[in-house]
């Protein structure tokens, strides 16, 4: 329930703040003091006519204020009890007004003069010079990391924000910010909408649909790309007007299955960068396990070029002599073709795939499933809710019902004789604790893992897991796929492509002396030049000026490039 100060506060400031109107808040105040002193002041003399006093009119008003403020000098008293109860009365509602209610009034006043303040500071309009830019329509962890790597590929982006404080918090850290309400079609107006690349609907679903309709308002042309948490919410987006909706959990489980592997091993095309191909493919239980680069001669067999081998989301880059040891994945780049040829090249000699257990039956750990029984693997599945067992039953060929943090249960599932293991639940920590147990009792195992934290990467790489990827990876690519009109790109978690331009220290130098694994972390995989592009360069290829370095790193990675080199 509501306290009679904060009524009484909301009373003197509320509607105020509301419309904007801070000095109104003392006006009231002011108003309320004056009717209040005034009522006392009258009631005072009627109880000193009561006890027989007389007064003049003026020592009615010294005596309400010298009692309300509690100074009460004591020089006029009432003798009788009603003239004593009314003193009490007129104390207790002084210290209620002017002890409680004026402060707060006071901070109320200078909350809305704050927030009159903050509110010129953000513009309700973006630059009129803006354009081919993305709109974001919610700021949070993903939306900041997007706008980060949006920049790095030269893109500008705005986000929407209705809050003036938190969009001045957001201005104060160099978001790019515009102020208007998701429900107003000048809002999308404001932001440019017309000129834009792409909007991004990225709240819940309900808000998402209110936000496709509204911006579609101001332009039919320019593409939106929603993301969704539900297939319900997928089909109403679309209705609405979204012309790509990313249902994250569905992308998720195919991600995490497509690494697991069913049958003769496979090269898998994760995405393709200007014209070039670019496929995983696993080492383990292959004819290339143990062998080095030259040894392996992929490049002869294939055509297609190893630039780099990645062993739990680390990159080592792809040398003659660097050994292909069966705990990592390489990764190549060519045209499709070579990566046919790869394939019929790891079928050779290869084991078979053999039992896959996925731990996690939410909407993930069933897509997960799905994707594998399509590939014809045989699919335990666990999960500690009863309620997901008919659900389950029907997609896995296994069904355990269980808390996997319960040995009894880790060695029901049978996780020794699993050739790959599946992590999904939603809570990183029990995700790492897994990994930890999975790879102790099963140390060939695959084991490929969801995270929901991107900062909890590092952690389930050190557990044990081969392959990691987030939900908002999964997104952030999606959307830098739809700006780049291209297919997303999952590498593993914070893996991405970037192309530079070839900094002017480098210009002349061969690409062996440049310095840029070493000192950045990044592994080259092309150099473009005027209309050529040169998968995995030699050593000794000279970097010309103005043309383009492609590798691939992670964004930290990145700006050390920019910091070293820039
Ligand atoms: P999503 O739908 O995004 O996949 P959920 O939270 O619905 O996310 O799915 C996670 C699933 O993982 C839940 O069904 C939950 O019961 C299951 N889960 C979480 N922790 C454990 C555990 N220790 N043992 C077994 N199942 C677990």
Request: charged share 20%; proline share 3%; aromatic share 4%.
């Amino acid at each position: 329930m509501k306290s009679t100060i904060a009524t009484i506060v909301d009373l003197l400031g509320g509607e105020a703040r509301r419309n904007d109107l801070g000095p109104l808040i003392i006006l009231r105040f002011g108003a309320l003091l004056a009717l209040v002193v005034a009522l006392f002041s009258v009631l005072f003399h009627l109880v000193m006519a009561a006890e027989g006093q007389e007064h003049e009119w003026f020592t009615g008003v010294y005596w309400t204020l010298t009692t309300m403020s509690t100074l009460g000098y004591g020089d006029i008293v009432f003798q009788s009890t009603l003239g004593r109860a009314f003193s009490m009365l007129v104390l207790v509602t002084g210290v209620l007004l002017v002890l409680v209610v004026l402060p707060f009034g006071f901070i109320r006043l200078m909350i809305v003069w704050l927030e009159a303040q903050l509110r010129t500071r953000v513009d309700t309009r973006v630059p009129r010079h803006l354009k081919g830019h993305v709109i974001v329509s919610m700021y949070d962890d993903v939306a900041d990391e997007l706008v980060g790597r949006l920049a790095h590929a030269g893109v500008e982006s705005v986000v929407i924000e209705a809050d003036p404080v938190r969009a001045a918090s957001m201005h104060a850290d160099k978001v790019p910010v515009v102020r208007g309400e998701l429900g107003m079609r000048a809002t999308y107006e404001n932001s440019a909408f017309g000129r834009a690349k792409l909007l991004l609907a990225n709240a819940s679903d309900v808000v998402n649909t209110n936000i496709v309709l509204t911006a579609r308002e101001a332009s039919e042309r320019v593409p939106i790309v929603a993301t969704a948490t539900n297939p319900e919410g997928e089909a109403v987006l679309k209705l609405a007007g979204a012309n790509q909706v990313v249902l994250t959990t569905r992308r998720l489980g195919r991600q995490l299955a497509i690494r697991v592997p069913v049958g003769p091993a496979k090269a898998l095309t994760v995405g393709r960068y200007k014209g070039i191909a670019i496929a995983e493919f696993p080492i383990r239980d292959t004819r290339l396990g143990g062998l080095t680069l030259k040894e392996a001669a992929v490049r002869t067999h294939t055509g297609l070029t190893v630039f780099a081998i990645a062993k739990r989301g680390h990159l080592e880059r792809g040398l003659p002599g660097t050994v292909l040891r069966e705990d990592c994945i390489g990764l190549a780049a060519g045209s499709s073709e070579q990566v046919d040829a790869l394939n019929r090249y790891l079928a050779e000699g290869a084991s078979e795939g053999g039992r896959v257990v996925v731990i996690g039956g939410g909407r993930v750990g069933r897509e997960v499933v799905r994707s594998l029984d399509a590939r014809g693997a045989s699919v335990g599945i666990v999960d500690r809710r009863p309620s997901l067992r008919d659900a389950l039953v029907e997609i896995a060929d296994e069904v355990t019902i269980g808390d996997m943090t319960d040995k009894r249960v880790i060695e029901q599932v049978g996780i020794r004789t699993a050739s790959s293991l599946v992590l999904t639940t939603n809570d990183d920590a029990t995700n790492i604790f897994l990994a930890v147990y999975c790879r102790k009792l099963n140390p060939d195992a695959i084991i490929v893992s969801r995270v929901t934290s991107p900062a909890n990467v590092e952690a389930i790489h050190r557990a044990g897991a081969d392959f990691a990827v987030s939900d908002s990876e999964i997104m952030i690519q999606s959307i830098l796929a739809a700006v780049r009109g291209s297919q997303p790109m999952i590498l593993g978690e914070g893996l991405d492509l970037f192309g530079a331009e070839v900094p002017r220290s480098l210009v002349g130098k061969p690409l062996s002396d440049s310095g840029i694994l070493a000192r950045t972390g990044l592994s080259v995989f092309a150099v473009e030049g005027k209309g050529t592009i040169e998968a995995h360069p030699r050593p000794g290829r000279i970097l010309g000026k103005g043309e383009h370095i492609l590798f691939v790193g992670t964004v930290s990675e990145r700006d050390e490039f920019e910091r070293v080199f820039g």
